[in-house]
């Protein structure tokens, strides 16, 4: 009876070990799944990583940790939901652009249980548009002329811009658009590729006096609106003066505006612009004299009634 158990014993012993050995093992690393837009290449809302083999649970191990490099990572967030290391074959996590006006780069590992594990780099793009010339000045455009400017915006990103929508707007809180001013798209390519540039013709006829400003915006189908160049001008039906002369409305001593009551009947509208068509000032005809001693060195406009007048400072 004790021969008869240690032998069986003895087989349970020796066959155990190899039925062990022989069991497959989990030797297939974690998959991420990084979910992107079409056209941008930004990843978007949540993706996931799965644990391999997905069909054969009983020898997948599962997730066991997951690695966000943050030394080697730049301008991404990334956070993952809550697992517990070898049961949960799945996670869900999150990875962000945090300025989509910048280049971005993120390094994450995922491993399982058993050892097995993925590192991937994400690599995101941004566009890089700049115009040759920020700010067009068309300076003085008589009512019923028109002047043309031929702008001109280079893509020195990594990846092509695919123009979807150009137009006058203005993205800037208290900039109003001005209808005077009409654009053009030249290039007939709508793909802006990369180190090239594209040419658009801003044309400027305005149908009343004053001050007029805009911008031209370039979007495409995904987040992308900016507003590249701004545009302003200015028009007169009167000949811009700067002397002091008996029969108009303002003279100019130096540092003080000053206005001509005897000429100014009624209760007018003042304003003051600088040469980029933006308001730094605006009163009524009632006040004598405007002091701008504190104005920086430079050329200003004065608006009053329907003349527009030129002075400049030292």
């Known amino acids: 009876m004790n021969k008869k158990f240690s032998f069986s014993f003895l087989l349970i012993f020796i066959i155990l070990p190899n039925l062990l050995q022989s069991q497959p093992k989990d030797t297939l690393p974690p998959v991420p799944h990084i979910i992107k837009t079409e056209c941008c ?4 809302g949540v993706s996931y990583v799965v644990d391999e083999p997905r069909n054969n649970p009983p020898i997948r ?13 730049f301008n991404f967030s990334f956070s993952h939901d809550n697992f517990t290391p070898g049961k949960d074959d799945s996670v869900a996590f999150t990875l962000k652009v945090i300025d989509d006006k910048l280049d971005a780069k993120a390094f994450i590992t995922f491993a399982d249980m058993a050892g097995n594990d993925t ?52 993205l800037q809180p208290n900039v109003l658009k001005k209808d005077d001013f009409s654009i ?3 290039s007939t390519d709508s793909v802006f590729k990369t180190n090239n540039y594209i040419s658009i013709q801003a044309t400027y006829k305005p149908t009343k006096v004053g001050f007029s400003k805009s911008y031209i915006v370039l979007s495409d189908r995904c987040n992308y609106k900016e507003s590249l160049v701004s545009l302003q001008g200015y028009s007169s039906l009167n000949n811009i003066n700067s002397k002091n002369e008996e029969n108009e409305l303002i003279s100019f001593d130096g540092s003080q505006i000053i206005i001509n009551q005897n000429v100014v009947i009624g209760n007018e509208l003042v304003e003051i612009y600088d040469t980029y068509a933006n308001k730094l000032y605006t009163t ?27 002075i400049a400072k030292y």
Do not use: C, Q
């Open 61 to 73: 191990s599962n997730i066991g940790w997951i690695m966000f490099y943050e030394s080697k990572s």
């Open 119 to 170: 590192t991937i780099e994400i690599e995101y793009f941004a566009i890089k548009l700049t115009p040759i010339k920020s700010s067009i000045n068309f300076g003085n455009v008589p009512v019923g002329s028109e002047k043309t400017i031929n702008v001109d915006i280079y893509n020195y990103g990594t990846r092509n811009f695919v123009l979807d929508n150009i137009s006058l707007d203005s």
């Open 284 to 310: 009524n005809s009632h006040k004598s004299a405007i002091n701008i001693s504190n104005y920086s060195t430079g050329v200003y406009f004065v608006r009053i009634k329907d003349k527009i007048y030129k």
């Open 184 to 186: 053009e798209l030249i």
């Open 41 to 44: 290449g930004l990843p978007y």
